[in-house]
């Protein structure tokens, strides 16, 4: 290290000013700008002031800024100033060595001694390391080749120094020397191997440099360094230019409508832009400005949306849909068969996107976009697609929805959450049957659920199939289902669409006689061409949709009355429970109120199917007992005889307790009279007292100890 003090001692007293730098060439000349009639005065620069910064740049536009200042302190004492200020780079802070690159390039360009001399010095600089093997100087001999290689890229060094300083490297090939030509090919090695002039002579070095790692026995960290360097050196494959789609300008407006601008502040403002398009023709594929495309696919790509706007989009759909029907049957088809498509593949990178899908088709349900036919059949579509049963049974697999593949389940759980309770009001037929069809998809999946999923699947009961009974089995559901059908699966008509005209009695039964079956289809064909109902068919029609309403509000009011029913029970045993579980622990005391002579006497016995109960109604001052007979097959007369019996048992255990305990009182006592008893003395005349216990010590008197010496 002495030895590189005095190198550098040397070389600054080879360089050394005769004056001091920056007394005499300071820029004393001010320069005034007139831009606009303001004149702007800029401040005195001195040659100090650029050395000083020069280890504080950090950018592209400060080395610029420093070049630039140097051309106003330019002399030839100050070059010898620069160059030296130059070499001497911190080799503690390698990130200033490229803008310091950037700086000797951008001012040899006008002032080539600066390039020549700091050329000279980094070959001279070089040299002298070369020679010297010392461990310490590995950080100095990295500055300098790194400094080479910078100014080699920026071609203020000619290309043949690099190759002198890796024959030199290569010459005395040791493991010093191979950290710093690693260090040289990683700045250089690509820049060299792209140049033409240049190419041939990159390969040679860098196939010697293999043929001499294989000949040595280096550790592992050289040889990645080796690795390294030849990786650095590798050409990169020229990237393809993104592809930027022609869009034009109404398809650039709709996205940035639908991408950017829409939110639910936004919503009305969008609607009313996306109506003031050119719809003109655009049924009819009519587009050349390509508007149906655009309008389409941001509708149909709801996952491009942010999720918080996808309701935001079926409310701008259902907009749109007033004006234009035939766009709103073109997104819900579209939609409806990405839903599809998604099903038989079942990929999960978009599992996501699927996601997004079936929420946009719940949220259109809520913005009547669609009917509950159209979820319902939605439902069906997601639970029994590719099961041969329609239906996944457990046991069964099935090579689109596997046993343990719970993705379907979280669809279904979003399209019917995103639905809401609106999918009961409008049929509740079609509610009961997708809480079937839920439950038996559930229960035929691997048990048990994940935690996620039966989490997704409680929520929806308690938010959307309220009321409805769960079930534990897939037997159960099933059977359930099969009743359900029973009563009549068929969906409701919907109001738009026409029922068949039904054939008077008496048509039906000359028909019968005469031979011919009658056609559902061939109805009265004068009717028929003439597109008319007569008054006895048109009466017959209203009849019969009358009686299919009454029969559908009838079951209705059974399943309700039902419902109510069992919450009424249940909610009653869970207060009797309640309040038999507050008495238990607190002392019965005597009613104040007396018991009605007309209930002494009286016998259970009238009715042995049930149990009778009195049941005190009325106020303190006119109380009233009324007689209660409750079937003993009810729910509640089992739970008060398991009550019965419970107290019973209890009190049987408590009456063994205290028995058991005043058994062992009187034990005690009667071995403790005993130990108590005077014993007899073997010597003839005398007796002994025992002393007596803790428990039965008696006090003696003074007077009578002393009425007695011994």
């Known amino acids: ?254 996205r940035k409508l639908m991408y950017e601008d829409l939110t639910a502040d936004t919503f009305g403002t969008v609607s009313v832009q996306l109506r003031r398009l050119p719809w003109r023709g655009l049924a009819q594929q009519n587009d050349p400005q390509r508007v149906r495309h655009a309008l389409m696919s941001c509708f149909t790509k709801v996952w491009k949306l942010k999720h918080a706007h996808v309701p935001v989009a079926a409310k701008v759909l259902e907009e749109i849909g007033r004006v234009h029907p035939w766009f709103r049957v073109a997104v819900v088809d579209a939609v409806l068969e990405r839903v599809q498509l998604g099903l038989e593949h079942n990929e999960f990178a978009r599992s996501q996107r699927r996601i997004a899908e079936v929420s946009y088709v719940g949220y259109m349900f809520a913005c009547n976009v669609v009917g509950t036919r159209e979820i319902l059949d939605l439902v069906r579509l997601l639970v029994g697609h590719g099961h041969r049963e329609r239906m996944p049974v457990p046991g069964r697999s099935c090579a689109l ?146 009686a299919e309403a009454r029969r559908q509000m009838e079951a209705l009011d059974a399943l309700l009355e039902r419902e109510e029913e069992e919450t009424l029970e249940r909610e009653f045993n869970k207060m009797m429970l309640e309040s038999t579980d507050a008495r238990r622990t607190e002392r019965t005391g005597a009613l104040d109120v007396g018991i009605p002579m007309n209930l002494i006497g009286r016998s259970a016995d009238d009715e042995p199917d049930a149990v009778q109960f009195a049941l005190l109604t009325g106020k303190k001052q006119r109380p009233a007992v009324h007689q209660v007979s409750i079937p003993t097959a009810s729910r509640m007369a089992q739970n008060m005889r398991l009550q019965e019996a419970s107290a019973l048992r209890e009190r049987a255990q408590l009456k063994r307790i205290v028995l058991s305990y005043e058994r062992r009182e009187a034990e005690e006592d009667h071995r403790q009279m005993y130990r108590d008893a005077p014993q007899r003395s073997v010597i003839p005349g005398a007796t002994f007292i025992g002393r007596p216990s803790a428990r039965r010590r008696t006090h003696v008197p003074e007077k009578t100890a002393n009425a007695h010496p011994f």
């Open 1 to 254: 290290m002495l030895e590189y003090q005095e190198f550098i001692a040397q070389r600054r007293n080879g360089g050394e000013l005769t004056k001091e730098a920056g007394a005499d060439d300071a820029g004393t000349l001010t320069v005034v700008a007139a831009a606009g009639g303001v004149q702007h005065t800029l401040a005195a620069l001195n040659l100090t002031d650029v050395l000083r910064r020069l280890p504080l740049v950090t950018s592209r536009s400060e080395a610029d800024q420093v070049a630039v200042d140097f051309c106003y302190v330019n002399s030839r004492t100050s070059r010898r100033a620069l160059i030296s200020a130059l070499i001497e780079a911190p080799r503690r802070h390698m990130f200033v060595i490229p803008l310091y690159a950037r700086i000797i390039a951008t001012l040899s360009a006008y002032f080539p001694e600066v390039g020549e001399g700091v050329e000279a010095e980094l070959r001279r600089e070089f040299s002298w390391l070369a020679r010297k093997r010392f461990r310490g100087l590995l950080d100095t001999r990295l500055k300098n080749i790194l400094f080479i290689a910078e100014l080699v890229k920026f071609r203020a060094v000619p290309l043949h120094v690099p190759f002198g300083c890796a024959r030199i490297l290569l010459d005395q090939l040791h493991v010093q020397n191979i950290e710093v030509l690693c260090a040289l090919l990683e700045g250089c090695g690509r820049f060299l191997r792209v140049q033409p002039e240049t190419t041939a002579r990159v390969l040679v070095l860098l196939d010697e440099l293999a043929r001499r790692r294989r000949t040595l026995n280096l550790d592992d960290r050289t040889l990645q360094m080796i690795e390294n360097a030849h990786i650095a050196c590798e050409l990169r494959r020229a990237r393809a230019a993104p592809t930027v789609k022609a869009r034009t300008p109404y398809e650039r407006y709709v």
């Open 401 to 546: 929805d596997a046993s343990n593949d719970y993705f379907r389940a979280r669809l279904v759980c979003t399209l019917l959450a995103a639905c809401g309770s609106q999918i009961g009001q409008n049929d509740a037929r079609a509610m009961y049957e997708a809480a079937l069809l839920v439950q038996m998809y559930v229960l035929a999946k691997d048990q048990p659920l994940p935690v996620d999923i039966d989490y997704n699947v409680e929520a929806l009961f308690d938010a959307v199939f309220t009321g409805i009974p769960r079930y534990e089995a897939w037997a159960d559901a099933a059977q359930a289902m099969v009743e359900f059908g029973s009563v009549g699966s068929e969906p409701v008509q919907p109001a738009t669409a026409r029922a068949e005209p039904i054939q008077p009695t008496a048509q039906i039964a000359e028909e019968t006689e005469n031979g011919t079956t009658p056609d559902p289809g061939d109805v009265n064909s004068d009717d028929a061409e003439t597109g008319e109902m007569s008054p006895e068919m048109a009466e017959q029609l209203a009849e019969a949709e009358m």
